[in-house]
């Protein structure tokens, strides 16, 4: 899993009523601000999954709003992100299997699909709960059990701000674990 850092920018507004309501310092009300919406963007098509912001950095330079008494300050913020990107290496906990495949998560990543022909040597099977089995190598795949697989492909889906992953487990030491 490789992890990123990005610089982005962005602005925060300030309604001076907030202020004297809430009875903190500006910069302590920029950052609650900003970290609230950092918190509602879940990954982006071009940085990927934002995990979590580092460094805020506060431009003085500001303008104000005469009608709304409003302040716009500029600011940028580093941020740690993960993008997956194809051939790339995971560890994944299964969520849910069905006839067709597997469904994985694997930290922000909650929607990676992996399909019954990308697993060659398992083979459905439902005893007590769904499960994959390989009978050759005497191991198999339920609802908990942790995988090493491969992305195969990937699809950015831009109404659910997240990306789909296509994984594999096709190729030596892939697999539960």
């Given amino acids: 899993m490789v992890f990123l850092e990005v610089e982005v920018k962005g602005v925060v507004i300030v309604d001076p ?35 979590t912001p580092a460094i805020l950095n506060f431009d003085h330079d500001s303008r104000g709003d005469w009608i709304t008494r409003e302040v716009i300050f500029k600011v940028s913020y580093k941020c740690t992100t993960m993008k997956p990107c194809k051939g790339e290496i995971f560890i994944g906990t299964i969520d849910k299997v069905m006839r067709h495949g597997i469904f994985l998560k694997c930290g922000p990543i ?50 659910e701000k997240e990306f789909h992953v296509l994984a594999t487990i096709e190729a030596h030491f892939l697999g539960p674990i």
């Fill in 110 to 159: 909650q929607n990676i699909f992996l399909s019954e022909k990308k697993m060659k040597d398992y083979k459905f099977s439902i005893d007590e709960q769904p499960i994959f089995v390989n009978m050759n190598r005497e191991s198999s795949m339920q609802k908990g059990t942790k995988v090493r697989f491969k992305v195969f492909d990937l699809k950015w889906i831009e109404s």
């Fill in 17 to 51: 009523n907030d202020l004297l309501h809430l009875n903190i310092s500006l910069r302590k009300y920029m950052t609650i601000r900003l970290l609230s919406k950092i918190g509602r963007w879940k990954a982006s098509t071009k940085h990927g999954y934002y995990v």
